[in-house]
Structure formats: C-alpha cells, structure tokens
C-alpha cells in the first residue's frame, strides 16, 4: 500500500491543530462538545412521542468501542425515560464488514427506525451500504448531509 493511500498529511495538521481546540459545548457534558461544528436546524423533522433508535455497531473488540457503548446505553436510558427514545436496538458484526452491511440492510428493511446510527471499522466498506440505506428512506424525512 503507497503512503498516500493511507496517509494524507492535510488531514495529519489539520487533526494535529484540533489537539490544542477548545472546543464548543457545556464543560460538564463532554460528549455534547464539539471542535468547529457547523450544526444543521433539524426542527422541521421533530415528531411527536418516542423513537425508535436503531444502533449498527462494528464490533466491542477492543476498549474505546466498549467505552462508547456503555456510554450510549446510559445516555439512550436517560432519554427513554424522558420519553424521547421508546425501544433501543443493537446489532453487533463482530468486525464483520459483511455482516454489518446485512444488519444495516435489516434495519431498512424493517422499516421501524426512525434513526440508526452507525459505527463501522472501515468507512470505504460501509459507504456504499450507508448510501444504499439513506437512498431506500428517501421517502422518509431526514435531515441532509453535512
């Protein structure tokens, strides 16, 4: 694999500047913070009552995801007990591209989820499925793309 294909040093300075940024958000609610956010209005796509929240997870292999995902969890708890989110789902692909695609797929299929996020190990392999999901919801409202 050449160098560049991997490694882009716009992308090194520009990362390496962000570790000095202050960033934007309340001081004691950390993952409400933000470097340099260019936040998108999404009022128009509120609806009444709980979401359905759908969660496409690479895989707990290692600490950070494991972290992340305990935090998550807490957080979706706060909100289902404001009534927010009313049901939480978790798919797992164990560091199985393709099987990350085929529960994203499940997920669209369904048809229940108002939102699915997800966390894939390898952004160029999901892309295409990502794409695929957000082009069969087309007819569902959803904030665009930054």
Known sequence: MAAGEWFVQADYERQLAQRSAVP????????LQAIDPEFV??????KEGGKKLC???????????V????????QVEVLKASGEISEFRVSD???????????IQ???????????????STTATLTPAVEAACE?????PRPPRP
């Not at 934007?24 to 993952?31: K, Y």
């Not at 069969?136 to 569902?140: C, D």
């Open 67 to 74: 972290t992340a995902f305990i935090t998550m969890q807490q």
């Open 93 to 103: 692909a164990a560091d199985d591209d393709n099987k990350q695609i085929t529960d």
């Open 136 to 140: 069969r919801s087309s007819s569902r």
């Open 106 to 120: 499940a997920f669209v299929e369904a048809g229940d989820c108002d939102a699915i996020i997800i966390s894939p």
């Open 55 to 65: 969660f496409s997870n690479a895989s707990l292999s290692n600490p950070w995801r």
């Open 24 to 31: 934007e958000g309340p001081a004691d609610q950390p993952w």
């Open 41 to 46: 209005d999404t009022a128009q796509y509120a």
